[in-house]
């Protein structure tokens, strides 16, 4: 195969990107974005901050204009994400009240689900809610503070109700170690909903990387999880520097594992990343492609 994403279905995976809505316009990325990749995850439109800016108004302009682009070019969608401490309008963040608070979350994922509906292959719908403290627990926040660590199991039963087909992920960084305490809070979280019939189908490694790539144990990771009887996605894959072996040694990690459905770069071009300044990504500022990218179509 000569695509990132031809490769990756030849061996029964997806390769996406993240992609924001204001460069589909642009030729040179829409080209790129249209040959390499068959799944697309919106950088920042679908988050809360952009479809619910004050309550119950909703806007889904910016994310539609993506859906409608993967629509026409036969990518499918990753949905990115529903609940999350940042990204978060004050409206929502200053709620102290938890019948409120549950309302307006229960709300915003119904409604945002439900415009979505059929549309969408899987759903961040929790996105980073464990601390980075070495605890294992969740992490301050308003959805943790108000409703207490139940709201993450309310938060995917909502989100199910609204799209049954719809696959659900938890997603997060720094979850790649498996001897770490944040990996293991969410490995117990996920085997808790597994064993009382959560509805979880995914859990998403964000896969931010230093110039080193992945942990030596992150495939032991990925199979530990994969063995609850989940799905397990890189979701926003960067590696500083993209050395070709460290995206080389991330690729094989998903293909050691059959349940590993996916990567997701976070990015087209380095021009293109949120850490543009450690040129992270697979294609440089021109569009050519990178070493990395020989690397990783050869891993696929
Ligand atoms: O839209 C406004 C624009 O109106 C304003 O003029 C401009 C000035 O700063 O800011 C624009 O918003 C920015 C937005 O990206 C859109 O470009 C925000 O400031 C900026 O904070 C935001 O950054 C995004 C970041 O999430 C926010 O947390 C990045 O693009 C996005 O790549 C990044 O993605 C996250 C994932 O969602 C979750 N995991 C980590 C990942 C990297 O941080």
Same mark, same amino acid.
């Given at each position: ?23 589909? &316009? ?17 950088? $920042?439109?679908?988050?809360? #901050? ?10 889904? &302009? ?34 102290? #009240?938890? $019948? ?6 229960? @709300? ?24 980075? #403290? ?6 301050? +926040? ?5 409703? &207490? ?29 498996? @001897?770490?305490?944040?990996?293991? !809070? ?8 597994? +064993?009382? &019939? ?13 110039? !080193?790539?992945?942990?030596? @144990? ?65 294609? #440089?500022? @021109? ?14």
């Amino acid at each position: 195969a000569t695509t990132l994403g031809a490769a990756a279905a030849g061996v029964g995976r997806y390769f996406g990107t993240a992609v924001p809505a204001g460069k589909l &316009g642009d030729a040179q990325y829409a080209g790129i974005l249209d040959r390499e990749f068959t799944m697309i995850t919106p950088e $920042n439109e679908m988050k809360w #901050d952009t479809t619910e800016p004050s309550r119950n108004h909703f806007n889904f &302009g910016p994310a539609d204009q993506i859906v409608s682009h993967a629509n026409a070019h036969n990518q499918r969608m990753r949905g990115h994400t529903l609940v999350w401490h940042s990204q978060l309008p004050g409206w929502v963040s200053g709620i102290n #009240d938890a $019948n409120t608070l549950r309302s307006v979350m229960d @709300n915003h994922i119904t409604t945002e689900v439900t415009h979505y509906r059929g549309k969408i292959y899987a759903w961040d719908v929790v996105n980073e809610a464990f601390a980075d #403290d070495g605890s294992g627990q969740l992490r301050s +926040s308003v959805f943790r503070n108000v409703l &207490g660590t139940g709201f993450v199991e309310e938060a995917f039963r909502t989100a199910h109700a609204a799209d049954p087909a719809a696959k659900l992920c938890y997603n997060d960084y720094s979850i790649e170690d498996w @001897n770490s305490a944040k990996t293991q !809070g969410v490995y117990k979280l996920v085997r808790d909903f597994k +064993s009382r &019939g959560v509805p979880i189908d995914c859990v998403g490694f964000q896969s931010h990387f230093g110039n !080193g790539g992945p942990p030596s @144990n992150f495939r032991t990771t990925l199979s530990n999880f994969a063995a609850l009887g989940v799905d397990v996605q890189l979701t926003e894959l960067d590696i500083a520097s993209a050395p070709p072996t460290a995206y080389a040694n991330t690729v094989k990690d998903c293909m050691s594992v059959s349940r590993c459905a996916g990567i997701t770069v976070w990015g087209i071009r380095d021009s293109d990343s949120w850490r543009s300044g450690e040129s992270p990504l697979l294609f #440089d500022r @021109n569009g050519n492609k990178k070493p990395a990218y020989n690397a990783v179509l050869t891993a696929l």
